[in-house]
């Protein structure tokens, strides 16, 4: 009924200009063919804009500028949707649209759905997605990880900017810059030492988590020569690859057949593609394709008709509406099934509703069960959908198999990142243990958190460690090791490196998803800039030559990667075999945390763990329970296999220790 009477409405010529449409009324077009279907004997379009009266397909020979061709025409047609097919093979044209709405016409944009872009993501390009295949593509499949019957918490994440990675000289790669270069094997750094791809395989983390990598608008992709550098958190099309990052950005299909030899070069090498996704908000607002479009129906607004701005970004979207879900399902449907990829990162989850969140999550897992899904359960600004209904953190527990971040342990890790000089458990700031237990046990319930006591959360979160990320730093924010030199510097050197040591074995021995941020296992460095999303390659570009100066600590690091792997005492499934089989100690002194794990109870090889945190400037001693037959794996922040005779333990300051009871 309402849709008939919508279509009678907007049949009808519009008179009053300043009466807003009913959003509710819109129709919903539930076919799965937006966009361009290609074919070599025609090339179907079809745009969704319920308002125009009015639209059509502007045809170049150009990604940029020129002349148009032609310009056709769309025909109205089902559920608020224009379309046109064009007879013969079309390839390689470039092409755009404009709707008129209340006599106006909007600017020339390509549709949302575009999947082949041209320079800088202005105009779709007109070709077969299927020439994109790299050789052997369908027989590309994900590496196994965890076992059998794998769960996210046998995942340890890697978090990397696809320039970072290779643009230093010392990374020995060819395609610097490019998706292309974490493609290349056999790259050395000026000492012989692994780079790039053959790194992430010697570490040992099963995802490699890329920034933005989807068509973003920040860098200029028709100007490759100029330095230009953005992490790309402003997309433009959702469904293509960044043209910057590859080797043509003008033709559509070089990104994409690039970004898939990417993928299929990591699942070659064991490792599987998660992608950070941004659909909370868009680069640009009234100009936007989606305003462009449909005016005012993709985004929410204030009372006072403004675009409301939780991203702080300019705008948010408004998930909740059934075309934005549909759009961002099929999105992501699009990358999971045209680039196989493996999980998503969604910046600002807070900004999306549950509901969708929790569709997509059911969709994506019905297509690949062990697919990785997480985001910030928090917005940068107020949104006018109640917090009740969005994916925030607090929530947690009512989100499908979609894990938060835990700014919590972060933060209890290193001190807060708003506070730049305030120093975290592992820099010797005592009265942070409750914050550490709370990361430890992945914020759920567990009868020795003293919740009160607690940074941010005041009550658990979590219904699963499933739900939840833990780390030290990410791409935000100072690199912990330029946290430690700011707010530890009165440290020295050696004992900043025992806390960066120390903070990596607290979250790599934490219950939940381990997170790292890229090159932080050889002490990583951005020069103290805070904020790096525009910074250049100065300040972000991996130095890979790190990893040989700081050997011992990327060694260490190395080893607890592939200990959190062989035990899975570190990795347990539910909540309730957390508050059963992990026992804090409640006799240790302020800045020291030692816990219990029954590693028989929870199927490990060791039958019983000892874990020892000493964050302070001094060192401790600890009595062992049952002494006699306890043996070191990690003592003193390095790996370390012995027998302990006494029946204490001594942890030097800054310090981790793991024992364990040989079955
Ligand atoms: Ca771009």
Redo the contacts with the bound molecule.
Sequence with gaps: MIRILFAILFAMPMRVKAQPFDLSAYPVYEGDDLGLTYTSNRSTFRIWAPTAEAAELVLYDRPLGGEDLRRIPLERGRSGTWQISLQGDQKGLYYAFRVRIRSTWSQEVPDPYVKLVGT??RRGVIGDIRETDPPGWSLDRSPAFGGVSPSPVDAVIYELHVRDASIHPSSGIRGKGKFLGLTETGTRNTSGRSTGLDHLKEFGVTHVHLLPSY???S?D?SKPEKPQYNWGYDP?NYNAP???YSTD?SDGLTRVREFKRLVKAFHDNGLRVVMDVVYNHTMFTETSWFEQLVPGYFYRKRADGSFSDASACGNETASERPMMRRFMLASLKHWVQEYHVDGFRFDLMGIHDIETMNTISKELHAIKPDILLYGEGWTAGSSPLPDSLRALKRNAASLDRIAVFSDDIRDGIKGSVFVHDEKGFASGRVGTEQSIRFGITASTAHPQVDFSKVNYSKAPYAASPEQVISYSECHDNHILRDKLEISARTATPEQRMDMQRLANTIVLTAQGIPFLHAGSEFLRTKKGVENSFNAGDSINAIDWDLKTRNEDTYAFIRALVSMRKRHPAFRMRTAADIASHLKFREDSTAGVIVFEIDGDAVGDEWKEILVAFNGTPASKVIMLPRSGSWRTHIHDNRISSGRIKTPSLTLKPFSAAVLYKAR
Excluded: A
């Design positions: 800088n993501g068509d973003f608008s860098v992709e433009l960044e043209g910057s950005p």
